[in-house]
């Protein structure tokens, strides 16, 4: 079991920066990615980024490619996710989660955290 805390959201203005971390605990080892995801009002959830555990290899969406970097502390088992050139239709909530080696996708989430950009 894994575990993950996402936090990091607030409002800013169009243009502006944010940066989302999320923490891992338990068997941590076991992890094979992480992924941000996030989902505006009646929306689906949509990709964001992943970025694999060992090796740091990493995915973006389109719509947010050059704009976002994924990142990962092996030490601090956190995954960060700097937001840049921030656009109202980034606004949603975004969702940390981790997929383990057992070949079962993203199967651990965290609670999710608001971002908020304002035009």
């Known amino acids: 079991q894994v575990q993950v805390i996402d936090s990091g959201g607030g409002l800013v203005q169009a243009g502006g920066s944010l940066r989302l971390s999320c923490a891992a605990s338990g068997r941590t080892f076991t992890m094979y990615k992480m992924g941000w995801f996030r989902q505006a009002p009646g929306k689906d959830r949509e990709f964001v980024a992943t970025i694999t555990w060992s090796g740091g290899h990493t995915i973006y969406a389109d719509s947010v490619t050059g704009r976002f970097t994924i990142s990962r502390d092996n030490v601090k088992n956190t995954v960060y996710l700097q937001m840049n050139s921030l656009k109202p239709e980034d606004t949603a909530t975004y969702y940390c989660?981790?997929?383990?080696?057992?070949?079962?996708?993203?199967?651990?989430w965290g609670q999710g955290t608001q971002v908020t950009v304002s035009s």
């Open positions: 989660s981790a997929a383990l080696t057992d070949g079962r996708g993203f199967n651990y």
